[in-house]
Nanobody, 123 residues
Framework: QVQLVESGGGLVQAGGSLRLSCAASGSIVTIASMGWYRQAPGKQRELVAVMPSGGSTKYADSVKGRFTISRDMAKNTVSLQMNRLQPEDTAVYYC?????????????????WGQGTQVTVSS
C-alpha cells in the first residue's frame, strides 16, 4: 500500500504565503502523478495543481500565477507553495498520488489521498 503524510497549512492573513508538503511511502515502484486538491465547506473537492511524471503541470485557473507545485522524485515528495493567498483559498487541502506499488509479486495501482490539512485565509 501507499501512505501519504501531509504537513503545513494553518492560518494566514490575505496576501500571505503558506507551503504544504506531502511525502509518499510504501512499496512504491513508480508514481504516475502527484498533486493537490482542496475542498471548501459546502463545495465539491477540486483540483488545485497536478504534476504528472510524463506530462505537463496543470493548475486551476484560480491559482495560476500564485501557487507553484514542485516534486522531489527521489524522495517521493510533493509541495505546494501558495503565495498571495486570498480568503477564497480557504479550504482543506488534500495531497493526491497516483502510483503503482508492489504487492508480493503483483504490481497494483493506487490512487491515494492524504489526511487533509486546513488552510484558512483571513481578510
Amino acid at each position: 500500500q501507499v501512505q501519504l503524510v501531509e504537513s503545513g497549512g494553518g492560518l494566514v492573513q490575505a496576501g500571505g504565503s503558506l507551503r504544504l508538503s506531502c511525502a509518499a511511502s510504501g512499496s512504491i515502484v513508480t508514481i504516475a502523478s502527484m498533486g493537490w486538491y482542496r475542498q471548501a465547506p459546502g463545495k465539491q473537492r477540486e483540483l488545485v495543481a497536478v504534476m504528472p511524471s510524463g506530462g505537463s503541470t496543470k493548475y486551476a485557473d484560480s491559482v495560476k500565477g500564485r501557487f507553484t507545485i514542485s516534486r522531489d522524485m527521489a524522495k517521493n515528495t510533493v509541495s505546494l507553495q501558495m503565495n498571495r493567498l486570498q480568503p477564497e483559498d480557504t479550504a482543506v487541502y488534500y495531497c493526491n498520488v497516483d502510483s503503482y506499488y508492489r504487492d508480493a509479486v503483483v504490481l497494483r495501482r493506487a490512487v491515494s489521498w492524504g489526511q487533509g490539512t486546513q488552510v484558512t485565509v483571513s481578510s
